[in-house]
């Protein structure tokens, strides 16, 4: 049959002799522009304890960049067809083990754009940054609601602020110094607003001066004489 238009509750077979749906493939079925379809599809094969593959998504093209992309689409309310979220496989290496990369896309103020991305280098996952340089590279805040873990260094390229810090175990805290000797190292003026406590001995480099001392209980006090 060419060109047909219209097949009304009928059944086409194609190299099967048990026709159960109004059409039957035995085989590969190719479609060389949309196919569209109507109702739920289920793509079934079985092979029991080990994974089968169900679905071949192909961009027949060999150079780097090639993609080949699921799309998830709802309609709008003027009835168009819109793109809510796509999958796409992305050949970054076309020879030799060849690498490639996955991308998670989402609709964002009409324009679908990447959300994060699964890259060839180890299985880095990247957000919002098309430059991965870790297992986990985030482009702008990140906010964990839990505990934030890290069984490594932990490395900062700006300021690290810390609000409501309870406790800091066998750890150093340098404030605009490169050099640390101590746990808690200030380059520049330390203030303290209420009680400052040393359990230990408290070594300066510099002049100490005080203002409004109230008590100095079994110390001494020495102006200009290192005796």
Same mark, same amino acid.
């Given at each position: 049959?060419?060109?047909?238009?219209?097949?009304?509750?009928?059944?086409?077979?194609?190299?099967?002799?048990?026709?159960? !749906?109004?059409?039957?493939?035995?085989?590969?079925?190719?479609?060389?522009?949309?196919?569209?379809?109507?109702?739920?599809?289920?793509?079934?094969?079985?092979?029991?304890?080990?994974?089968?593959?169900?679905?071949?998504?192909?961009?027949?093209?060999?150079?780097?960049?090639?993609? !080949?992309? +699921?799309?998830?689409?709802?309609?709008? #309310?003027?009835?168009?067809?819109?793109?809510?979220?796509?999958?796409?496989?992305?050949?970054?290496?076309?020879?030799?083990?060849? =690498?490639?990369?996955?991308?998670?896309?989402?609709?964002?103020?009409?324009?679908?754009?990447?959300?994060?991305?699964?890259?060839?280098?180890?299985?880095?996952?990247?957000?919002?940054?098309?430059?991965?340089?870790?297992? +986990?590279?985030?482009?702008?805040?990140?906010?964990? $609601?839990?505990?934030?873990?890290?069984?490594?260094? &932990?490395? +900062?390229?700006?300021?690290?602020?810390?609000?409501? +810090?309870?406790?800091?175990?066998?750890?150093?805290?340098?404030?605009?110094?490169? $050099?640390?000797?101590?746990?808690?190292?200030? #380059?520049?003026?330390?203030?303290?607003?209420? =009680?400052?406590?040393?359990?230990?001995?408290?070594?300066?480099?510099?002049?100490? $001066?005080? =203002?409004?001392?109230?008590?100095? &209980?079994?110390?001494?006090?020495?102006?200009?004489?290192?005796?």
């Amino acid at each position: 049959v060419t060109s047909l238009a219209t097949l009304t509750s009928g059944f086409i077979s194609n190299a099967s002799s048990s026709v159960g !749906a109004g059409l039957q493939v035995a085989g590969n079925l190719s479609a060389s522009s949309t196919a569209t379809i109507g109702s739920l599809t289920t793509i079934t094969n079985t092979s029991s304890g080990a994974t089968q593959d169900q679905l071949y998504l192909v961009n027949a093209a060999s150079a780097t960049s090639t993609a !080949a992309r +699921l799309l998830f689409r709802a309609q709008e #309310a003027g009835g168009n067809a819109t793109n809510t979220a796509s999958i796409s496989g992305v050949l970054t290496q076309n020879y030799a083990g060849g =690498t490639a990369y996955l991308t998670f896309s989402t609709l964002r103020a009409g324009i679908l754009t990447e959300a994060f991305r699964v890259v060839d280098s180890g299985g880095f996952i990247s957000y919002a940054s098309s430059s991965v340089g870790a297992g +986990l590279q985030v482009a702008g805040a990140f906010n964990a $609601s839990g505990t934030l873990q890290a069984s490594g260094a &932990t490395v +900062l390229g700006s300021t690290l602020s810390v609000s409501s +810090l309870a406790t800091l175990t066998g750890g150093f805290i340098s404030a605009a110094s490169s $050099s640390i000797s101590a746990g808690l190292q200030v #380059a520049g003026a330390l203030n303290a607003s209420g =009680t400052l406590q040393s359990a230990g001995a408290t070594v300066l480099g510099s002049t100490l $001066s005080v =203002t409004s001392l109230a008590t100095l &209980t079994s110390g001494f006090i020495s102006n200009a004489s290192s005796s």
